[in-house]
């Protein structure tokens, strides 16, 4: 069983700065295509960034493109989400997800298997 635990989150000040992580179990995360997500009070799911499985492409969400930056580390089985300027739009819980193989398109929540239990940003004025 592949299990995903988000750590990193908080309240922080717009313009401010966190980092997301997303340890996870077992021996193929370096297979994983990994994602993140986020959910606001009241709106669907949605589509942050992702990265693939050997990290060399990624992909961010028009919303967050230059303030966000997703990257992994195999040796660790973690993923990352620096993020910076945050805004008071940013304010969800931010979820992390795995894609195994065969891979699905990223910016699809149902291409993922496995979901970590979310970490809650807060970003106040």
């Known amino acids: 069983q592949v299990q995903l635990v988000e750590s990193g989150g908080g309240l922080v000040q717009a313009g401010g700065s966190l980092r997301l992580s997303c340890a996870v179990s077992?021996?193929?995360?370096?297979?994983?295509?990994m994602g993140w997500f986020r959910q606001a009070p009241g709106k669907e799911r949605e589509f942050v960034a992702a990265?693939?499985?050997?990290?060399?492409?990624?992909y961010a969400a028009d919303s967050v493109k230059g303030r966000f930056t997703i990257s992994r580390n195999n040796a660790r089985n973690t993923v990352y989400l620096q993020m910076n300027n945050l805004k008071l739009e940013d304010t969800a819980v931010y979820y992390c997800?795995?894609?195994?193989?065969?891979?699905?398109?990223?910016?699809?929540?149902?291409?993922?298997?496995?979901w970590g239990q979310g970490t809650q940003v807060t970003v106040s004025s």
């Open positions: 077992g021996r193929t995360f370096s297979s994983y295509a």
């Open positions: 997800a795995a894609d195994v193989p065969p891979y699905s398109e990223y910016y699809y929540s149902n291409a993922y298997d496995y």
């Open positions: 990265i693939s499985w050997n990290g060399r492409s990624t």
